[in-house]
């Protein structure tokens, strides 16, 4: 069972450069997440998602941007990186409902430097 | 954004003792969930819970959602090295579409 499938695992950006990170689900959630997390610290979430084609803001959603053209996948693009963007991010799916349990990839480590 | 305040923060115990920590919101949660963390992989689901007043065990864990709902606690009996992490608490607050995190505790165990 695949899950939630994030790639890549690791990049090195310089500062200013663009790239997206990709998240695709299989397991028909609605709900799809991004969150960064900083050493020591807990998730942050940056946007989210509860349905193709509908996007919304997290709490640190500045730097960043997303799509939801399909159930499947949900990517996050960083258009100028900057170092504050060091992190590493987790993308999540759940079903709706109080009883939806979230689901995580296995995270991307970001270095901008 | 809602703030959850998880504690303690760290802890270092012996093998086979038990360990609890706990999670307290200012606002109330319909939905608690406990979240392992391995370093370099993202956080497992360990225990949900959807109700007040709730106990629910997994294994050596028990988890209680709290009956104001503003707070949950996780337990580990008998721990072992591999019990070794980061736990993280989570919160489903209305309108239902938000998780929250607490800022983690991290386990060591000592054998």
């Not at chain 1, 998240?23 to 969150?35: A, K, L, P």
């Not at chain 1, 946007?47 to 996007?55: R, W």
């Not at chain 1, 504050?84 to 799916?93: D, I, L, M, P």
Request: net charge negative; aromatic share 12%.
């Amino acid at each position: 069972n695949a899950g939630v499938t994030q790639t890549p695992k690791f990049r090195i950006l310089k500062i200013g450069q663009s790239m997206t990170l990709q998240c695709t689900q299989d397991m028909n959630h609605n709900y799809m997440y991004w969150y960064r997390q900083d050493p020591g610290m807990g998730l942050k979430l940056i946007y989210y998602s509860v349905g193709a084609g509908i996007t919304d803001k997290g709490e640190v959603p500045n730097g960043y941007n997303v799509s939801r053209s399909t159930t499947e996948d949900f990517p996050l693009r960083l258009e100028l990186a900057a170092p504050s963007q060091t992190s590493v991010y987790f993308c999540a799916s759940s079903t709706a409902g109080w009883t939806g349990e979230l689901f995580f990839g296995e995270g991307s480590r970001l270095t901008v430097l | 954004g809602q703030q959850l305040n998880q504690s303690p923060q760290s802890m270092f115990i012996q093998e086979g003792e038990d360990v609890s920590m706990n999670c307290t919101s200012s606002s109330i949660f319909n939905t608690w969930l406990w979240y392992k963390q391995d370093p370099g992989e993202g956080p497992v689901l360990l225990i949900a819970l959807y109700k007040a007043g709730e106990l629910t065990s997994n294994g050596r864990l028990t988890a209680q959602f709290g009956i104001t709902r503003k707070d949950s606690f996780l337990n580990i009996s008998a721990s072992i090295p591999s019990d070794v992490g980061i736990y993280f608490c989570a919160g489903l607050a209305p309108p239902g579409n938000q998780f929250y995190f607490g800022t983690g505790t991290s386990l060591t165990v000592i054998p």
